[in-house]
């Protein structure tokens, strides 16, 4: 299995909402991302993990809450975004040492109202 | 000026041409990765070179790090080869390095 599985595929929330993007990999990877990546753009890299543990932090705002609860999950917890946040996200993930391939999931779009 | 620079920004070719995307780089870097995007899709990742030469069916990557440069050459290219081809570099932590892509097109 060489998949990472993002859900949902869509989302559409308010600024008020509450929602959580989730990503899985069965690969055995130590190392999951979270990219966000605008229409025409390259991805920018929000966060790392490695290990479980936060290791990248890219001075992403606080309404954007990342979680590991395990090596094969990655959790991205939304609580009052803003239309500007409207994106792709996508989840990666690597072996778990740096300057690895990188495995993507396909990623959600995102709008907010 | 961007540390990774792609070229072209936009091909438009015909089915079975040989096809050839650069990527320079101004930075030191210790790998080079080649991905693709499809529309509305997640990304691929094509290959992560550190020297020489690559090959993956049609496709095929090469990188001189003296010159900072890097090739990826597809050969008898098909319509279903139309994506975005990102080159980017990896340094010494988890980042990478993006270019903006090249957008090809291959045209039955």
């Known amino acids: 299995d060489t998949e990472v599985t993002q859900t949902p595929k869509h989302l559409v929330m308010g600024m008020t909402n509450k929602k959580s993007l989730k990503c899985e990999q069965h690969?055995?990877?130590?190392?999951m991302y979270w990219y966000k990546q605008k229409a025409k753009k390259p991805p920018e890299l929000m966060f790392v993990?490695?290990?479980?543990?936060?290791?990248i932090n890219e001075s992403v705002p606080s309404r954007f809450s990342p979680e590991c609860p395990n090596s094969s999950l990655l959790n991205l917890h939304l609580h009052a975004l803003q239309p500007e946040d409207s994106a792709l996200y996508l989840c990666?993930?690597?072996?778990?040492?740096?300057?690895?391939?990188?495995?993507f999931g396909s990623g959600t779009q995102l709008s907010v109202l | 000026k961007n540390e990774v620079e792609q070229s072209p920004q936009n091909l438009t070719a015909q089915e079975g041409e040989f096809i050839t995307i650069n990527c320079s780089y101004s930075?030191?870097?210790?790998?080079l990765h080649w991905l693709q995007q499809h529309p509305g899709g997640g990304i691929v990742s094509l290959f992560m070179?550190?020297?020489?030469?690559k090959k993956h069916g049609r496709l095929i990557a090469t990188i001189n790090i003296q010159e900072k440069h890097s090739s990826l050459h597809i050969t008898a290219s098909h319509p279903r080869d139309s994506a975005v081809y990102i080159c980017?570099?990896?340094?010494?932590?988890?980042?990478?390095?993006w270019g903006a892509g090249t957008k090809l097109i291959i045209k039955p």
């Open positions: 990666a993930s690597s072996p778990g040492q740096t300057n690895e391939k990188l495995f």
């Open positions: 690969m055995g990877h130590r190392a």
């Open positions: 993990y490695s290990y479980e543990k936060l290791s």
């Open positions: 930075v030191g870097i210790s790998a």
């Open positions: 070179l550190s020297s020489g030469k």
């Open positions: 980017a570099v990896s340094r010494s932590n988890y980042q990478l390095i």
